[in-house]
């Protein structure tokens, strides 16, 4: 799914209502419509006290439109204007005329923050918020700020229409309690990035998108910065097998790591490399690891640094297709070294995670010998430590893409919704859930990129693709495990059904099930 930048809504709303022939006012009475639909399919007519805050820009206009569809439906609404700017827009002043029309109480005007003693918001109430929508030019007054702390004490749910009002779109907000807390965002087309980022995720608990019907050539022709990636995203990625396919024609994985106390790490990536396709997987590991290595994952061929404890000499004379390096590694200072004079003969794509990041990150030279579109897979402190600190994620998000343009490298950002980088594009991933924060969990995922960059994929499509399985593989497994049992093993395990997954029709609902009987 394209996630459109604000000006690429205005653009979109501007071309719709010329192509469809219909008037901007016509476009906020179905965005409305649609937020009312929603509601009343969930309500059926309760009579639950429904507080909607419309500010003064269209995102008032929608909360007025719903407001007036409540009205008019029998709900028990009460409506406020949040008047905190006096450029009212023309189709907030239409609907705020239209819904005088429906209702003998006008709604409630609110200007100062003397006016909010007057509201009582219980906590079974309903709140929409329909104050600020992705108009917000800079940060909310005092007291609009008091209201939305006003809406946080109230405990009530809250309903924000296209995003939490005090959020923007492409900046970070400097005082969080000018800032709406949602349950639940209905955003118009496509979810905002804010979403998706760790600074500013809690600000809505859930979203869904609402299809307010932009004009379908706009959304399709359009190009957008941001991709989120879900299942319909990944499925045109896959590779079929043929029937005649053998183990030559899907690569050959090195996996190149491990120090004393730390071979596991090159288990979890070589087996996981296996587990996502890859014909053959060699591990490159110090001599402590052979037989645990050999005893443990019988399919992975072993070669042995000269070390005991650490890698000390890069040596050997296979010729893999892609090298996955530093999980476990340790950055000894031979380590270090030979990693060095790997990189300056190495013309082999490489995966560069964890300790190999950190070897990088201490000598920023080394950056200009990776060969293109390496993938380097760091975690938020492992970013640090390369890129520098940043103040909000809108710059850490800009840092990462300059450095990525700077040295041709795709940057995987882990986390809760880890984000592929490559120059200007940025791919939010979807799969995944807390039960993947335990050890190993990221090992497991070098080695899944590695498995499908040997098979043919591209670096871009492997990071893409492997960061979906990955967390659809902990999805599923979560089902046995839980959150807590789930360890970085359940994750290889379940790869297979990942891949399953993929071709698995949705389910049929219960009704047309039966009907067939
Ligand atoms: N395709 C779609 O997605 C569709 C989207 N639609 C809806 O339109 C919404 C966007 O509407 P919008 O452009 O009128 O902006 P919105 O956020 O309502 O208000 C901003 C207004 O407030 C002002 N203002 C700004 N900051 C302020 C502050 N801190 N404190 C005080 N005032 C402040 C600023 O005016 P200013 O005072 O700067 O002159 C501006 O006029 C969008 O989110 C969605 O809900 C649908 O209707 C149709 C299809
Ligand atoms: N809360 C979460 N939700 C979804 N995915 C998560 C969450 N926490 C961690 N992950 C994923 O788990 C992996 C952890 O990797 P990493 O931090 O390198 O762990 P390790 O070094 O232990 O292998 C990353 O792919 C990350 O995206
Ligand atoms: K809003």
């Given amino acids: 799914m394209k996630l459109f930048s604000k000006e690429q809504i205005y653009e979109g709303d501007k071309l719709t209502t010329e192509r469809q022939n219909i008037s901007s006012t016509d476009l906020m009475e179905r965005a409305g419509t649609q937020i009312f639909n929603w509601m009343h399919a969930r309500m059926q007519g309760a009579q639950v006290p429904i507080h909607v805050f419309c500010g003064i820009g269209n995102n008032g206009g929608d909360g007025l439109v719903l407001a007036r569809h409540l009205v008019t439906h029998g709900y028990n609404v009460v409506c406020y204007i949040v008047n905190c700017s006096d450029k009212r827009s023309k189709d907030f002043l239409i609907n705020y005329d239209r819904i005088k029309s429906v209702s003998n109480t006008w709604p409630n005007m609110l200007s100062c923050k003397e006016d909010l003693s007057e509201i009582t918001i219980g906590g079974d109430d309903i709140i929409v918020d329909a104050v600020f929508g992705i108009g917000l030019n800079r940060p909310p007054n005092d007291w609009v700020k008091h209201l939305f702390q006003k809406f946080k004490v109230s405990k009530a749910f809250t309903l924000s229409i296209d995003i939490p009002s005090g959020l923007f779109t492409d900046r970070a ?30 600000f809505t608990v859930q979203w869904e998108v609402l299809d307010i019907g932009i004009d379908r050539d706009y959304l399709r022709e359009t190009e957008t910065e941001v991709e989120l990636i879900a299942k319909h995203e990944v499925l045109p990625l896959y590779k079929p097998r043929q029937k005649f396919a053998h183990k030559g024609d899907f690569g050959h994985v090195m996996i190149l790591g491990g120090s004393y106390g730390k071979i596991g790490a090159v288990n979890l990536a070589s087996r996981s490399a296996l587990s996502s396709g890859a014909g053959l997987v060699t591990v490159y590991i110090p001599t402590c690891g052979y037989h645990s290595m050999q005893t443990a994952v019988p399919e992975v061929m072993v070669i042995t640094d000269e070390h005991e404890t650490h890698i000390s000499n890069i040596n050997f004379d296979i010729q893999p297709t892609v090298i996955g390096v530093g999980v476990g590694l340790g950055t000894s200072e031979d380590t270090v070294k030979t990693f060095a004079a790997f990189l300056k003969k190495n013309t082999i794509p490489l995966v560069i995670d964890a300790d190999g990041i950190n070897i990088l990150s201490r000598n920023k030279t080394l950056l200009n010998l990776l060969p293109e579109q390496t993938v380097l897979t760091p975690h938020l402190k492992e970013l640090e430590r390369i890129i520098g600190t940043w103040s909000d994620d809108f710059e850490m998000l800009e840092k990462v893409k300059a450095f990525s343009e700077k040295y041709n490298v795709i940057v995987l950002i882990k986390g809760a919704h880890s984000i592929t980088v490559n120059k200007n594009k940025m791919y939010i991933n979807t799969t995944g859930n807390p039960g993947m924060a335990t050890a190993g969990s990221g090992d497991v995922l070098t080695g899944m990129i590695s498995g499908l960059i040997a098979q043919g994929y591209t670096p871009l499509a492997a ?32 790869i297979g059904e990942a891949y399953i997954d993929l071709f698995k029709q949705p389910e049929q609902p219960k009704e047309e099930t039966q009907q067939k009987q």
Avoid: M, N, R
């Avoid at 907000?173 to 809690?202: H, I, N, R």
């Avoid at 593989?473 to 959150?483: F, M, N, Q, V, W």
């Fill in 173 to 202: 907000v400097d005082d969080e309690d000018a800032v709406v807390y949602a349950g639940y965002t209905l955003s118009f087309q496509s979810p905002k990035l804010a979403f998706f980022l760790p600074g500013t995720q809690k």
């Fill in 463 to 494: 990071t893409i693709f492997a960061v979906y399985l990955h967390g659809k593989s902990a999805d599923i497994s979560l089902e046995d495990y839980g959150y807590q049992s789930l360890i970085a093993s359940h994750i290889i395990e379940k």
